[in-house]
């Protein structure tokens, strides 16, 4: 059953778009229009369509690093730190078993001094004389030729939209931005095979008023009709969870645990094998709206101030407002989105109270405390059976989670505790190598 279609590609590029925004919130929709005019600029080059359709999602992702950035602020600060962003995003989509060569697109789509691999384009006399002679080459040649052509694409199409964010009108900008472009293009910062055909495109109005006014156009290069399974639903969203746990040493390891014992408290509870890789996902998703909370305040070592707390308090709500942009993922949506809503009404930030949080959600509120109470920080270890038991039933008494499933994990400790640990020590290790490799301090 796990090969059940679940939702379409084209959803969850737009459910990610909103999530890069978040990471890097700066500028309105940057992640959509540089995916949108890297997409155009490879169209325009004549890129076969898997390129363009790389370019595409390198557009999309190429600032991915971020999640792994002190302050968002210093992200744009370009001069700095974009050989910094790029190999910490390299890092992170490493991560992940990609047939797509995304990692080496991410590190060749900031200007950092990355060399062409072999020898210089510039021997050719056309993208197309180029394009002919790697169509004979053998496949891995191939594929490092075109991550660090499409890199030069998101170059550009990332220059142009920093450069187009203003308010007069799309025409009046566009031709500030091409001439603005033709002055660094002039100092050798674009390849010329991408300038010319950003000349080319560059006449065309409606990419200028696409760019300003249909944040989303980048989505109809997407086919509607490309669906994806409930379990590659599932290694997308352990992808995703990646992304929101490793943004700190405190919550390395928190999504994976918190899957792990809701998967195992579901099956438990007698959930069909469906339902369990519906909750694994909506366990590796449920806090993706933390990637809205500012670093400093997800590890501030001491005690959190009322406004701090108010803006921890928000990321539920952003959980929601990222899924529910996937097509299809309804029920995964309220069993991640509604883990902090609390039985008697006095959870957050919808206020449900009883039938109207439904038996997932509930599941996913024991299975997020237990594990954040179980699970060791860098500044305290976890707690033992005794004592995450005693705060678990307080809790329950309360009226607050769900005392059913509070027994059910006492009466399954050894079993859930293990799925937890496991899941916690894989992505601890997954950590600890990103780290090594990353190399950014
Ligand atoms: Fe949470
Ligand atoms: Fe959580």
Request: hydrophobic share 40%; proline share 4%.
């Amino acid at each position: 059953m796990k090969e059940k279609n679940i939702t379409t590609m084209r959803s969850v590029a737009s459910g990610f778009s909103y999530v890069m925004d978040l990471v890097s919130d700066e500028v309105q929709d940057h992640h959509k229009k540089v995916a949108y005019l890297a997409y155009r600029l490879a169209e325009e080059m004549k890129l076969p369509p898997h390129a363009c359709r790389l370019s595409l999602i390198g557009g999309l992702m190429h600032d991915i690093g971020g999640v792994l950035a002190e302050d968002k602020t210093s992200l744009w600060d370009l001069e700095a730190n974009a050989g910094r962003l790029a190999k910490a995003g390299a890092s992170i989509a490493r991560l992940i078993p990609l047939d797509a060569p995304i990692a080496e697109i991410i590190q060749y789509s900031q200007p950092s001094g990355e060399k062409e691999p072999a020898e210089s384009a510039e021997v050719f006399a056309s993208a197309k004389e180029w394009l002919d002679r790697h169509a004979k080459m053998p496949e891995f040649i191939r594929k490092a030729r075109f991550s660090w052509m499409i890199g030069q694409i998101i170059q550009l199409a990332d220059a142009a939209t920093l450069l187009f964010e203003g308010e007069s009108s799309a025409l009046g900008q566009a031709k500030k931005v091409t001439a603005r472009l033709e002055e660094l293009a002039s100092c050798r910062h674009f390849h010329p095979w991408v300038m010319d055909a950003f000349r080319r495109l560059s006449v065309e109005e409606s990419v200028w008023l696409d760019l300003l006014y249909e944040p989303d156009a980048f989505l109809e290069f997407i086919p509607d009709n490309e669906y994806l399974t409930l379990e590659k639903m599932s290694m997308f969203s352990e992808f995703a969870s990646v992304i929101i746990d490793f943004r700190s040493p405190f919550t390395a390891m928190h999504s994976a645990g918190v899957s792990a014992s809701a998967v195992e408290l579901a099956r438990l509870m007698g959930m069909s094998e469906d339902e369990c890789v519906m909750m694994k996902i909506a366990g590796n998703l449920h806090d993706i709206g933390k990637l809205k909370v500012p670093k400093e305040i997800l590890e501030k070592p001491g005690k959190l101030t009322d406004e701090e707390y108010d803006i921890i308090k928000e990321h539920p709500y952003f959980t929601w407002k990222i899924l529910k942009h996937i097509e299809g993922m309804e029920q995964i949506t309220e069993w991640a989105a509604f883990h902090h809503e609390k039985l008697n009404g006095q959870g957050y930030p919808f206020r449900l109270k009883g039938e109207h949080i439904h038996l997932g959600a509930r599941i996913m509120a024991v299975a997020d405390i237990f594990s954040a109470i179980t699970e060791d920080r860098p500044y305290r270890k976890g707690m033992d059976r005794e004592r995450a038991l005693a705060v678990l039933r307080g809790d329950a008494e309360k009226g607050a989670i769900s005392s059913g499933i509070v027994e059910l994990l006492a009466e399954n400790y050894e079993q859930v505790n293990k799925a937890r640990e496991q899941a916690s020590k894989a992505a601890g290790r997954r950590y600890r190598e990103s780290l090594e490799k990353k190399n950014i301090g």
